[in-house]
């Protein structure tokens, strides 16, 4: 008879993906519509769940789901970050096994329609990104970030690549002015969360748009990941670090020289994959940045 082969349970969670809701807010006359998704996720004391089949310890995943909504009701209009503060808080009072609950919102902003330069107390267009939060809180405290995603950002000059390392298989011209195209994906770590969120939200966009266009000596999409960070950091006090993930979106010129033509950099193809990603943090530190 072979020897019963020992085993252990390693790390686990459980929860929920995939809670889409939307929730109106009426106001004399004038609405207002929040669109979100949220997905959770316990981890704790649950090794009988697995080792012995005891779900005594187990708060229903559809309990999660329902909580949403039921939260969502006391204060329809609640930014996402202090959503994910008190669905988190309301997630280990009720699974007293629990040690963590960590959620994820994503928002789809929706901007009110004009209509003869008024807007329409009812009507919306779906905005072009998304904001995003993530809370993660234990029994000894919680740590918030927010962020955003799908923010297209392009400028047709004022970047360059060049002096790059090269080897036997390198094809790549260096180029001193060219498209620069992403598809932006932040998060940033807040420094408290007595906030206003939608506050420091927009602040944190604004500069990391304002420092994209005016990063007029570009070397690289490191070099402009840098700058948008430093500018974060330095106009937003709250925010004590920014990850970016910047997926470089190439738009290379076509030769026109087969249909008898010049490209004076006019005519391109759009290509989104395969793309460069550039990753990196910038983080908050005593004194004064370097120039």
């Not at 669109?35 to 187990?58: P, Q």
């Not at 959620?103 to 209509?115: A, K, S």
């Not at 002096?163 to 932040?186: K, Q, S, V």
Request: charged fraction near 25%; proline fraction near 5%; glycine fraction near 8%.
């Amino acid at each position: 008879m072979a020897p019963e082969v020992g085993a252990t349970l390693g790390p686990n969670r459980y929860g929920k993906a995939g809670i889409r809701l939307a929730t109106v807010v009426r106001r004399d006359g004038q609405h207002e519509f929040f669109e979100r998704e949220v997905e959770v996720r316990l981890e704790g004391e649950f090794e009988d769940v697995h080792t012995k089949g005891d779900n005594a310890s187990v708060l229903p995943t559809d309990t999660m789901r329902g909580s949403v909504y039921a939260l969502a009701k006391q204060r329809p209009d609640e930014g996402i970050e202090a959503f994910a503060l008190r669905y988190t808080d309301y997630l280990l009072d009720a699974s007293p096994a629990a040690t963590r609950a960590e959620t994820w919102i994503t928002e789809r902003p929706w901007d009110r329609v004009q209509i003869e330069g008024r807007p329409h107390p009812h009507s919306f267009t779906r905005g072009a990104h998304r904001w995003t939060a993530h809370a993660l809180r234990e029994r000894g405290g919680v740590r918030l970030s927010a962020g955003l995603d799908e923010l297209y950002v392009l400028k047709t000059t004022g970047s360059a690549f060049a002096g790059f390392l090269e080897d036997r298989y390198t094809t790549l011209p260096a180029t001193d002015d060219r498209i620069m195209a992403t598809n932006l994906e932040a998060e940033w770590r807040y420094g408290s969360t007595d906030l206003d969120f939608g506050v420091e939200r927009r602040c944190v966009k604004d500069v990391i748009v304002h420092a994209f266009a005016h990063h007029d000596e570009s070397n690289s999409v490191q070099h402009t990941l840098w700058e948008m960070g430093r500018a974060v950091v330095d106009s937003c006090p709250s925010v004590d670090e920014i990850w970016f993930s910047l997926p470089n979106l190439h738009h290379i010129a076509v030769d026109l020289a087969p249909y008898g033509l010049r490209n004076e950099g006019e005519v391109f193809v759009v290509t989104d994959t395969p793309s460069g990603r550039i990753e990196g943090t910038v983080r908050r530190t005593e004194g004064a940045f370097p120039a």
